[in-house]
């Protein structure tokens, strides 16, 4: 039987305020050692207030506007109850049913086609402590509690179950974190865990308008894993279906080591949260004017800014949309293309593009560096686009030149000068070098003289070698060809 | 309104509180009494009234991004019953 898949996801994201959500410790932990950016408000002291950060409400604001959301006019805080010690207060204070987001919309684009998956509400709470726990031959296990994190300002976005596919799942995720990098909200770094993500999926046959059995995955702390637990859920779904006939509604973790999801069923009795209004914290009004200020300040978003790079820089729906994957990306190769106003914009658009989508993007993953954090300035690359356009440096030992810029930040002219990587542009060394490949090589000659093309190729390569790429190909190729018909 | 037998140590679950017999039954009567006299509230109509959660007409309390410092670690921790690496100690807790 063909089965249809439905995914909803909620994402959580801490937001990049300075301080905490209701009191001013540092938000910035990532370096602190335990329980130093902590006060009696983070611990739920008696008689401690919280008081709700301004720039947090304005963060998600800016958020649910850019997702076309609703601003409620009236918004409030909640308690959300749960006895477990990440929660110092015993509650975590939250948004039940008046968040300041409401009804919007994300466009995602999966294997060319656009999809629109809709925002069920963004709103805000406060993040939780970290525990770690610990086993110990002959006295057991403990945990150990740091309170740092506790009372950081985080986001949640609930999508609408309008996900069919765990790769439309990785693309709402993607475009989600892009947008959020834009607005400048939050870092979306999945790893640290400051963009988290559960999914909810189901399967049910093709055109059943039952909605099927809804598990909620939990533990995935990177795309892939999203996408790889969906994938295993589906499979796992569809053969529980098809041996026992029904799933059990549960909450699963997925184990990266095995590349599984196992059931998380610990809790004996259904989650009772009795949220109430938090009476700690007045509730928001969020007057007309001041959400249309806001929306008057949002910044160019991806969408936006995908499709005037297209307009004004002629580069293709593809590259736009690689290079407006990142803000720091779009930023960069804008950087690059109006650095040198005397080229032709389109033209040098296009080779920005290539080399930060091509081999600039290869060695950023490779060494898990960020753009912004390069060696590579956009004045560096410019000149080295330069220097290839003046014919001073080939295309292929530009990729030679352009690695060794990127691990030691040199400048291109100081390694092509370094390592003698000057084009050849004497006609009568080229040539010279050309026969001496033809006379090395008789078989490929003979079989380039027997038609096969590939040989020329073949060729082509030794010559490049020999001049350890310092060549241009398209010149190698022509008299390649005349020193072959010459021979003929 | 009575209180189930069920209803109580469900509450006292949730409450993490651990009650005898004697004392499921002496909560069973007070918690019971609050309800009612909850239910004479009850009997006001409140058909065109919104629901209000807050009585002091406060709204929009905010305050700037403006982070200060801390407590001393020490400080944090001069209540923890057990302390390791920084952090309070506590029972095991699983997900």
Sequence with gaps: ?488 | MKLSREEVVHIALLARLGLSEEELEKFRGQLSNILENFEVLQQVDTTDVPPTAYPIPLENVLRKDEASPSLAQSEILANAPREEEGCFRVKAVLE
């Design chain 1, 1 to 488: 039987m063909d089965y249809e898949t439905t995914v909803g996801l909620e994402v959580h994201a801490q937001l990049l305020t300075k301080s905490k959500m209701f009191c001013r410790c540092s938000a910035d932990y990532a370096d602190a050692a335990p329980n130093t950016h902590v006060c009696p408000v983070c611990l739920g002291m008696p008689g401690v207030l919280p008081v709700i950060n301004q720039r947090a409400v304005e963060y998600v604001v800016m958020t649910a506007l850019a997702l076309n959301c609703t601003i409620p006019e009236y918004c409030k805080f909640d308690r959300k109850n749960y006895p477990y010690p990440d929660l110092m207060k015993g509650y975590q204070i939250s948004q039940y049913d008046a968040p300041l987001g409401v009804r919007g919309r994300l466009d995602i684009e999966v294997e060319g086609q656009k999809k629109r998956i809709g925002i069920t509400r963004v709103h805000l709470e406060e993040d939780v402590a970290k525990l770690t726990h610990r086993s110990i031959p002959g006295e057991g296990s403990y945990s150990l509690v740091d309170v740092n994190r506790a009372g950081v300002p985080l986001m949640e976005v609930v999508s609408e179950p309008d996900m069919h596919s765990p790769e439309e799942a990785r693309q709402y995720l993607m475009k989600l974190r892009t947008i959020l990098q834009f607005l400048g909200v939050s870092s979306g770094n999945m790893e640290e865990g400051s963009f988290r993500c559960d999914a909810n999926i189901s399967i049910r046959p093709f055109g059943s308008t039952d909605s099927g059995v809804k598990v909620e995955v939990k533990n995935m702390n990177s795309f892939r894993a999203v996408y790889h637990a969906l994938e295993y859920e589906e499979q796992r779904q569809r053969r529980v279906i098809e041996e026992r006939g029904r799933l059990v509604q549960e909450t699963r973790g997925w184990v990266e080591e095995g590349g599984v999801t196992v059931s998380q069923r610990s809790k004996e009795y259904a989650h009772d949260y009795r949220y109430f209004p938090e009476p700690d914290l007045p509730p928001i009004t969020c007057s007309r004017q001041w959400v249309e200020e806001i929306r008057s300040r949002l910044p160019e978003l991806p969408d936006a800014r995908q499709d005037r790079l297209m307009a004004q820089y002629g580069l293709s729906h593809y590259d736009a949309s690689l290079l407006t994957t990142s803000k720091a990306m779009a930023d960069y190769s804008e950087a690059c293309v109006k650095l040198n106003a005397e080229v032709q914009v389109e033209k040098r658009a296009k080779a920005v593009s290539n080399w930060i989508s091509g081999e600039f993007t290869r060695l950023l993953h490779a060494t898990d560096i960020q753009i912004s954090d390069s060696k590579v300035s956009p004045e560096h690359l410019v000149e080295m686009l330069d220097l290839i356009d003046e014919g001073t440096l080939s295309g292929a030992a530009a990729k030679t030149v352009f690695e060794e810029m990127f691990h030691s930040g040199k400048r291109a002219k100081e390694i092509i000068a370094e390592e003698g990587l000057t084009q050849i542009s004497d006609a009568e060394e080229m040539k010279e070098i050309v026969a001496r490949v033809v006379a090395a090589n008789a078989q490929a000659v003979a079989d380039f003289k027997k038609g096969k093309e590939a040989a020329l190729t073949f060729l082509v390569g030794q010559v490049m070698r020999q001049t350890k790429g310092r060549a241009n190909p398209t010149v190698v190729n022509k008299l390649l060809k005349e020193k072959l018909e010459e021979s003929a």
